[in-house]
C-alpha cells in the first residue's frame, strides 16, 4: 500500500473526513487504477450523500471486479434516489453472486415501493427460508393487508409478534386487520396491548373508541375521545 493510500485511509476511517479522502484517493487514481480505490471512493462519495457520485466509482470499481458488495451498493444508492426500479436490478446482480437474506428481504422491499406485492411476498418468503424475522413476516403481512388478504395477513402479523411482541406498528396493523373483519372484540384487546407500550398512540386511541362505540359503551368511548 502506498503512502498516498495510507493517508487517504487514515481521512477516511480515522478522522472521518471523507471529503479529504476523496481528493487523496483520486491522487491515487491518477497513479494506479485499482477496484479497491474506486470501491473506497464510493464508499466516501455515499457517506456524504452523493449518491449518483457514487455510483459512477461503484461502476468503474465493477469494470475491474465484479462485485456483490458493488451491485448491492449502487442498489442503495438508488434506494436513496427512490429509483426503486433500479435499485431492485442492482439487487438482483448482487443477489446472482452471493445469496443471502438480506438481500432477497431488500428485493422484497423494493417490490413493495413498486406495488408489486405478490412479487415481494415471493421474495420475502425466499428471505424467510434462509432466515425467519419479524420484519421479513411483517413485510409479508403487510403485502396480503394491501391485497386484502386479510386472514393471511393476520397469519404473518401472528407469525412476527411470535418472533417479536414489542413491535407496536405490527400490533396496530393486525387490530386493523380484525377491524376489516368486524371481529372488534379481538381488535380491542390488540389496540389495548397497543396503548400498553406506548399510552400515546392516538390512532389506537381513536380506533379503541369507535370500537367502544359500536359494542355500546359509550361512556367508555368518551374517556377515550
Known amino acids: ?13 480515522e478522522l472521518s473526513d471523507n471529503q479529504k479522502a476523496i481528493e487523496t484517493y483520486s491522487k491515487v487514481l ?11 471512493l464510493g464508499n466516501c462519495y455515499y457517506r456524504c450523500g452523493k449518491f449518483r457520485e457514487a455510483i459512477e466509482h461503484y461502476k468503474l470499481a465493477i469494470t ?10 449502487i442498489a442503495e444508492c438508488y434506494e436513496n434516489l427512490k429509483h426503486y426500479d433500479r435499485a ?3 439487487f ?13 428481504r431488500r428485493i422484497g422491499t423494493c417490490q413493495i415501493y413498486l406495488e408489486n406485492f405478490k412479487a415481494a411476498i415471493r421474495s420475502l418468503r425466499q428471505a424467510v427460508e434462509l432466515q425467519d424475522s419479524a420484519e421479513c413476516q411483517s413485510l409479508i403481512a403487510n403485502c396480503y393487508y394491501l ?24 400490533l396496530y396493523n393486525m387490530a386493523i386487520c380484525f377491524d376489516q373483519k368486524e371481529q372488534f372484540l379481538v381488535s380491542r384487546g390488540l389496540y389495548e396491548a397497543v396503548l400498553q407500550l406506548d399510552p400515546t398512540h392516538t ?3 381513536y380506533n379503541l373508541a369507535n370500537i367502544m362505540l359500536v359494542l355500546g359503551k359509550n361512556s367508555e368511548s368518551a374517556a377515550l375521545f
Open 1 to 13: 500500500m502506498s503512502a498516498l493510500t495510507r493517508l487517504a485511509r487514515l481521512y477516511e476511517t
Open 30 to 40: 491518477a497513479v494506479s487504477e485499482t477496484y479497491e480505490t474506486y470501491e473506497h
Open 64 to 73: 475491474l471486479n465484479c462485485s456483490a458488495f458493488a451491485w448491492k451498493r
Open 88 to 90: 431492485l436490478n442492482y
Open 92 to 104: 438482483e446482480l448482487a443477489l446472482s453472486l452471493e445469496p443471502s437474506e438480506e438481500l432477497h
Open 147 to 170: 391485497l386484502e388478504e386479510y386472514e393471511m395477513a393476520i397469519e404473518h402479523y401472528q407469525k412476527s409478534i411470535d418472533l417479536d411482541d414489542s413491535n407496536v406498528n405490527t
Open 203 to 205: 390512532s389506537s386511541l
